[in-house]
């Protein structure tokens, strides 16, 4: 089966660093996106990775292992306006995006 | 209007009523999305349609209907709402048939069955 993998809620300190990981089985792949969702709010575009490595982005990277599965989403000098969940979503060989639950980043002050 | 435009944003509606939920986007994209959000579950595919004229099952099709007359127009129907498709719904578009593309998402319509 399908399935994506990531924590539930992580806690971070305003100006710090935080990664964000999300582990993946899917029917085939053609990629990996990030989007940010605020509460209440659409998700949004944040980062797709295809091939293996980082990709920078201002203050937002992403990492992708394809061999092993693995992304994770780097977020840099966080600000207050960086709380909100963070969806992984890998494309399975139908092209179909598969959606974890997401991650709630509650930055703090 | 610029992107995706969802309407209603808000509805209260009794089981077994039938309800039209409307989708527009105005970027020309070729393939358009209806999912659902539920608390603590990832975003789920209800239909999809990766070109006008075309239409195909996601992962949860079952009491939704739709059509794709034209390019803009997604519209998602309930025929007879149940309690369970209580959510929110989430309208996006993507520019590629395949759907490789980003997607971009309307601002979504909370929609409780009573």
């Known amino acids: 089966g399908q399935n994506i993998d990531q924590p539930t809620e992580m806690t971070a300190t305003e100006g710090a660093i935080v990664q964000i990981n999300c582990t993946y089985q899917t029917s085939g792949f053609n990629g990996l996106f990030w989007y940010q969702q605020h509460a209440g709010e659409a998700p949004t575009f944040l980062s797709y990775?295809?091939l293996d490595g980082l990709e920078e982005k201002g203050r937002f990277s992403s990492f992708l292992s394809r061999s092993k599965g693995y992304s994770y989403l780097l977020l840099k000098e966080l600000q207050m306006k960086d709380s909100a969940s963070y969806l992984c979503?890998?494309?399975?060989?139908?092209?179909?995006?598969?959606w974890g639950a997401g991650t709630k980043l509650i930055i703090k002050p | 209007i610029a992107g995706i435009t969802q309407a209603p944003t808000s509805q209260i509606l009794a089981a077994g009523r039938r309800m039209t939920l409307r989708c527009t986007q105005d970027?020309?994209?070729?393939?358009m999305y209806w999912y659902r959000q539920d608390l603590g579950l990832g975003l789920r595919l209800i239909h999809y349609s990766n070109t006008a004229g075309t239409t195909g099952k996601g992962e949860v099709p079952d009491g939704y209907s739709v059509s794709r007359a034209n390019t803009d127009d997604f519209p998602l129907t309930l025929a007879s709402a149940v309690p369970s498709q209580t959510s929110v719904y989430f309208c996006?578009?993507?520019?590629?048939?395949?759907?490789?593309?980003?997607?971009?998402f309307g601002e979504g319509s909370r929609l409780t069955v009573l």
């Open positions: 970027m020309r994209h070729n393939a």
């Open positions: 990775n295809v």
């Open positions: 979503a890998p494309m399975d060989s139908n092209y179909q995006l598969i």
């Open positions: 996006a578009s993507s520019d590629g048939t395949s759907g490789t593309g980003e997607l971009f």
